[in-house]
Nanobody, 126 residues
Framework: QVQLVESGGGLVQVGGSLRLSCAAS????????MGWFRQAPGKGREFVAA????????NYADSVKGRFTISRDNDRNTVYLQMNSLKPEDTAAYYC???????????????????WGQGTQVTVSS
């Protein structure tokens, strides 16, 4: 059993920053691919960023490249998403997700993820 809990969302002005955290729990927790997705009202779930176990691979949606940074601390079983230079279009519910197993593939496909958090809301205002 794996549980993911996001935190760090909130209201921020355009150009501001937020850091989201995703804490994973479970004694049997094993995950190579960890990712962040977001979903705005009336929109589908959108890939944001992904990272493998060693952090040798990171991947980002074009819309957030250069602004967002994904990282992880395996000793703490925590994944982070540092969001800088926030824009109104970044407004969404952000979800942390994890894949089972040791492989890092199809990282942008939400169907490939086995565990999901409940989400944390990020709102960017002018």
């Amino acid at each position: 059993q794996v549980q993911l809990v996001e935190s760090g969302g909130g209201l921020v002005q355009v150009g501001g920053s937020l850091r989201l955290s995703c804490a994973a729990s479970g004694r049997t927790f094993i995950s190579n691919a960890m990712g962040w997705f977001r979903q705005a009202p009336g929109k589908g779930r959108e890939f944001v960023a992904a990272i493998n176990w060693s952090a040798s691979n990171t991947n980002y949606a074009d819309s957030v490249k250069g602004r967002f940074t994904i990282s992880r601390d395996n000793d703490r079983n925590t994944v982070y998403l540092q969001m800088n230079s926030l824009k109104p279009e970044d407004t969404a519910a952000y979800y942390c997700a994890a894949q089972k197993g040791l492989y890092y593939s199809d990282y942008a496909n939400p169907r490939e993820y086995d565990y999901w958090g409940q989400g944390t809301q990020v709102t960017v205002s002018s």
